[in-house]
């Protein structure tokens, strides 16, 4: 056969192997191996009926289409991207040391039992003390639950926190789609409520909301610092109305103004507040660490949420992270970066500012990775995007996070991982398409 093939014989040999293996083959040592009788109905099975969605087996939730994708070119690794950091200045290194220790460590003692599924107690520590020193947060190792992301915080506050079809969910429009697609999954009646240039619009609230989710540090996508006034605004609502704030801070790490108005969590006197932290942006989204800090109420229901979705958690990653933290590399890291992307972040506003004013309003915002801009004439908006997607790509509408259409559209910019030298070329480039003098 292989001379036939023009193949080598351990091809052929591991192809027998391979058939014998699945039952196409039976063959016995020392006879020549024979085909299997294939039963009829598996040689005549007919294409398998595929309905892209409807079918009633499936829980309501899940059964309509699955909502759109934004088509999503393939991008150069430089690009005005949202949402991701930069990982050519992570020091892998010091990565791949903790974990060769971790590993040495196992290997003498044996990790062989099921890890607690709130997390390992060296990570909830170094968390705790992490965001009490970076954000205020006022947590210790009991009241954080570590999570597969940010993601996962969502998808485990709503099934801690959703009556289906009674609790009224209040999401900022635009906002970030997760979190919405989170709580419809669980059952919520969604409220989209507007964001402005103090945050979420707190008067705009639906009394009978009973979980509003808020960005507060960096409005996802606006980039929106919320007040201080909407703050103190909006943890007397949710103690009025006996609601509970989801405060979800993806990227209050980098931060680029004065001093940051302090987390809701912080200022926070009713227990009423989750905080859901994620380490995507400070370190890397593959990690996928995250964790909620949960008032003391909600604490041993959310355990055992988190039990059911996923009875444990890995191990080695959080003994790695949580080193990590405890040995000052994140805060370092932290601290490396910061002036990398401010001076991104500085490029882009100049960028805006000298060449797209005619067309673009930076949204005033002073923290995170990413900046956004509304359309000075929301009747241009479909012939600026094209020019923004062309020149800029990466960058994003800010109507793929609206639920309905945007009064005022916008536009947001990623400074994770382009470089400040590649920013005023791009602007310039927008401009002239813009003003018509080509790209
Ligand atoms: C608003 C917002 N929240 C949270 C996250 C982080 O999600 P995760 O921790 O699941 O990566 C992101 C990431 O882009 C985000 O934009």
Not at 86 to 93: A, C, G, L, S, V
Not at 156 to 164: D, F, I, K, N, S
Not at 213 to 238: E, K
Not at 316 to 332: K, M, N, S, T, Y
Request: charged share 20%; with cysteine.
């Amino acid at each position: 056969v292989a001379e036939g093939l023009g193949v080598a014989r351990n091809t052929v040999m591991a192809a027998y192997d391979l058939l014998t293996a699945e039952g196409y083959l039976r063959s016995r040592a020392g006879a020549k191996p024979v085909v299997s009788e294939l039963s009829a109905r598996r040689l005549q099975q007919a294409p398998k009926p595929r309905r892209a969605h409807g079918d009633e087996r499936i829980a309501p939730a899940w059964r309509g289409p699955a909502p759109p994708q934004p088509a999503r070119p393939v991008l150069p690794e430089r690009s005005f991207r949202v949402g991701v950091p930069d990982h050519r200045h992570f020091p892998f290194e010091v990565w791949r040391r903790l974990s060769a220790r971790q590993l040495r460590a196992w290997g003498r003692g044996g990790p062989f039992h099921y890890p607690p599924s709130e997390g390992i107690a060296p990570l909830r520590q170094a968390i705790a003390r992490h965001v009490a020193f970076s954000r205020a947060v006022v947590c210790e190792a009991d009241d954080v639950v570590v999570t597969s992301g940010a993601g996962q915080a969502f998808d485990l506050l709503a099934r801690l926190l959703v009556t289906p079809g009674r609790t009224c969910v209040a999401v900022e429009n635009p906002g970030y789609p997760p979190v919405r697609a989170a709580f419809a999954a669980a059952g919520a009646q969604l409220v989209p409520v507007p964001v402005d240039e103090e945050g979420l619009c707190v008067d705009r609230l639906p009394p009978n909301a009973r979980v509003v989710c808020v960005t507060p540090s960096h409005q996802s996508p606006t980039g929106a610092v919320m007040s201080m006034a909407r703050r103190q605004a909006l943890l007397a609502f949710a103690r009025a109305r006996g609601a509970v704030i989801v405060e979800d801070d993806y990227d209050g790490e980098f931060r680029f103004g004065s001093r940051p108005l302090d987390a809701l969590q912080t200022l926070d006197r009713d227990e009423g507040v989750f905080y859901v932290g994620t380490f995507s942006k400070s370190l890397f989204p593959a990690l996928r660490k995250g964790f909620v800090v949960a008032p003391a109420w909600a604490q041993e229901a959310l355990r055992s949420v988190k039990r059911t979705a996923d009875t444990h958690g890995d191990a080695l990653a959080q003994a790695v992270l949580a080193a990590f933290i405890d040995e000052g590399h994140l805060a370092r890291h932290v601290r490396r970066m910061q002036p990398l992307y401010a001076a991104r972040r500085e490029a882009l506003l100049q960028g805006l500012r000298r060449d797209l004013a005619d067309w673009l309003e930076p949204i005033p915002s002073e923290a995170g990775l990413h900046l956004c801009a509304r359309l000075r004439r929301p009747a241009e908006a479909a012939r600026v995007m094209r020019a923004v997607m062309a020149c800029m790509p990466g960058a994003q509408s800010a109507a793929e996070y609206a639920m309905g259409p945007l009064a005022r559209p916008a536009v947001t910019f990623g400074y994770g991982v382009i470089d400040a030298a590649a920013i005023p070329k791009a602007t310039a480039q927008l401009r002239r398409m813009l003003s018509g003098s080509g790209a």
